[in-house]
């Protein structure tokens, strides 16, 4: 009888120690990070579609924003978002495109044809409205995103304007009337912190976050000075958009504040014009994101 107890009292510490250290081990356990996404660009762009796959992939980015600006990224949009698909995982999160309003047929054509590239396969089309035609007004930016979203919503594409320095919107806030007048519930915002500080919004990102919250479908954020360096268009360049461990703007308090007001979208790494090769950015960018994002979902 007291062998039994004494075996009995065993195999209750024992499973309790083992109840006890697997608690201790999920708590002291790190959180996994974010999935991020990252542009094809920073060098990227000079890869084929299979080498930019296999490399985002092997570095540990969730997928691709892939930029169509030319008549070559048009052609080569296929290969891209081939490998979105088995062998290969780098899910492609947007395609971007943009109106000039200097060959509207075109920038059409070009539209409509990534629309049918994406269609039905939970991928954003990002819109640019630009202005490389001084003379285009938002009344033609109305019209050209009022046509675009009936073509994106017959071909179950959702789409987002993307403000963008130097446009007709070049921010999340200039974005908001046009998005309220057009009301679809197919359009949203996309919030890049480079061109919100561009639009002169670093000391009040708070505030455009919480005006824009429930119009928001991704962010995009990259290594900034919270200074800008305004003497060139390049040092201004260098000073927003840089590797995700460079920098002393806190990028990481400005997720946690978007977090606060309840913006829980995908994120994606502006990598444009990066100082740096691939093998030496893309890693320490996807180490700093895994650091400071760890605890944040």
């Known amino acids: 009888m007291t062998t039994m107890k004494k075996i009995s009292r065993l195999t209750i510490y024992f499973i309790f120690t083992l109840f006890i250290g697997g608690l201790l081990d999920a708590k002291e356990a790190p959180a996994q990070a ?22 985002v992939e ?15 990224d048009l052609e080569n949009l296929s290969r891209q978002l081939a490998t979105g698909r088995p062998p290969y995982s780098t899910k492609t999160l947007a395609v971007t495109v943009r109106f000039d309003f200097v060959d509207l047929e075109k ?20 819109v ?13 930016a ?3 995103m009022a046509d675009l979203l009936e073509y994106a919503n017959h071909h179950g594409v959702r789409t987002a ?17 046009l998005v309220k007048k057009l009301d679809n519930p197919n359009l949203s915002i996309v919030i890049h912190l480079c061109h919100e500080m561009r639009a002169g919004n670093t000391h009040r990102l708070r505030e455009v976050l919480q005006v824009a919250a429930p119009y928001v479908s991704a962010m995009t954020l990259s290594g ?50 990066m100082p740096y090769e691939l093998d030496d950015y893309l890693p320490r960018s996807i180490n700093a994101w895994r650091q400071k994002t760890g605890g944040l979902n």
């Open 34 to 55: 974010r999935p991020l996404y990252i542009y094809d660009a920073g060098g990227l762009e000079k890869l084929s579609a299979e080498q930019q796959g296999k490399l």
């Open 58 to 72: 092997e570095t540990g980015f969730a997928g691709m924003v892939i930029e169509v600006e030319s008549d070559a």
């Open 107 to 126: 920038e059409v054509a070009t539209y409509r044809e990534v629309i049918q590239a994406i269609a039905h396969q939970d991928i954003f089309l990002w």
């Open 128 to 140: 640019i409205v630009g202005n490389k035609n001084k003379a285009a007004t938002m009344n033609d």
């Open 142 to 144: 109305e019209a050209a």
């Open 161 to 177: 304007i993307y403000p963008h320095s130097y446009c007709l919107i070049n921010s999340a806030e200039e974005a908001l009337p």
């Open 224 to 273: 900034c000075d919270t200074e800008i360096d305004w003497t060139t268009r390049r040092t201004m360049t260098y000073s927003t958009i840089n590797s995700l461990d460079s920098g002393n703007f806190d990028w990481a308090k400005f997720l946690a504040d978007a977090d606060r007001v309840g913006i829980d979208v995908p994120i994606a790494f502006i990598n444009f014009l």
